[in-house]
């Protein structure tokens, strides 16, 4: 578990002076009123669009995946909204780092809050079903707020990024559990705490189940909730996070946890959680990280990739 971001002299060598400078530009943009943060991302989101040509192509394949009955114009205007809404969200946790809790407080909405705390004054610990839309480091400060809780996350490689990582996680976490580290997500549900769960996205063979997503009849899938929900001892509630129209603020639901959960199996639950999945996703798709390769695993392996050109 980690508890307190480690700085090093190391981090102010001067391969890593690019980044810094970088992030010193970002810094000083967090300070600028939310609505101009977010026209300067949506611009960088249209110059994405022009130069991550590999990124591109992944967004667009998923979107004509999970949505074959929309027709190419649509695909194309989901698709430029999703960029310009990918690059608003590197503001997004620019902001969620380094902005003030009043600020913060000052730029959020949140519902269901109370199912929070009801399950953890039960006894039990909360699970929150997330999904990875691109404010998803602005809810996890808003949800800081009023119940700080503990942060799955999967260490960075980059060691300045991996400081700034934690440092700016634990503003809104008590700590933070790389994602490989199961046995201390479940102390944490014992506790009892709150965790953030996400299932959203490919992580492979190890674990997954071929079920569907979306139009996709088989995606990798994994079922991590259910075992996390058995040993854990907790509920699961569904967490939702979207960036207002206006640009302006946040605004988060939680809801009611889960009834029946774990069921009768993990395939089971782990159908159910996609139906959930969907349900969040299609608020705001165009909020979505269709960045990932949703589909890069196939259930036979021998079958071609899905984003071969």
């Known amino acids: 578990m980690v508890e307190q971001a480690q700085f090093s002299k190391a981090l102010l060598h001067p391969k890593h002076w690019i980044l810094w400078l970088g992030i010193g530009l970002g810094r000083l943009v967090s300070m600028l009123p939310l609505n101009w943060q977010m026209g300067i991302g949506k611009g960088i989101g249209r110059l994405m669009m022009k130069f991550a040509k590999g990124r591109v192509h992944t967004a667009r394949r998923n979107l004509e995946l999970c949505f074959p009955d929309a027709t190419a114009e649509e695909h194309q205007q989901l698709l430029e909204r999703n960029f310009e809404e990918t690059g608003k969200a590197i503001f997004d946790t620019v902001s969620a780092w380094w902005w003030s809790d009043s600020r913060v407080q000052r730029h959020m909405d949140i519902t269901g809050q109370e199912h929070v705390q009801r399950t953890l004054e039960s006894g039990q610990g909360v699970i929150l079903f997330a999904v990875h839309c691109l404010p998803l480091e602005m809810g996890a400060?808003?949800?800081?707020?009023?119940?700080?809780?503990?942060?799955?996350?999967?260490?960075?490689?980059?060691?300045?990024?991996?400081?700034?990582?934690v440092k700016g996680r634990l503003r809104s976490n008590k700590a933070l559990i790389p994602k490989r580290d199961v046995r201390q997500m479940v102390r944490s549900l014992r506790a009892p705490d709150v965790i953030w769960y996400t299932a959203d996205q490919d992580f492979g063979r190890s674990s997954a189940v071929f079920i569907p997503f979306f139009e996709m009849p088989e995606a990798a899938t994994i079922t991590g909730g259910t075992m996390l929900a058995k040993l854990g001892k907790a509920k699961v509630l569904p967490f939702f996070v979207e960036r207002n129209a206006d640009d302006k603020g946040y605004s988060i639901k939680i809801s009611e946890p889960l009834g029946d959960f774990p069921g009768e199996s993990e395939l089971a639950d782990a159908i159910r959680g996609n139906h959930i999945i969907e349900d969040l996703i299609s608020r705001n798709k165009a909020q979505y990280m269709w960045l990932h390769r949703r589909f890069k695993t196939r259930p036979n392996q021998d079958e071609p990739s899905l984003y071969s050109k």
Do not use: A, D, S
């Open 141 to 165: 400060r808003i949800f800081g707020q009023f119940n700080p809780g503990i942060g799955v996350y999967r260490p960075h490689n980059n060691p300045v990024m991996e400081y700034l990582q």
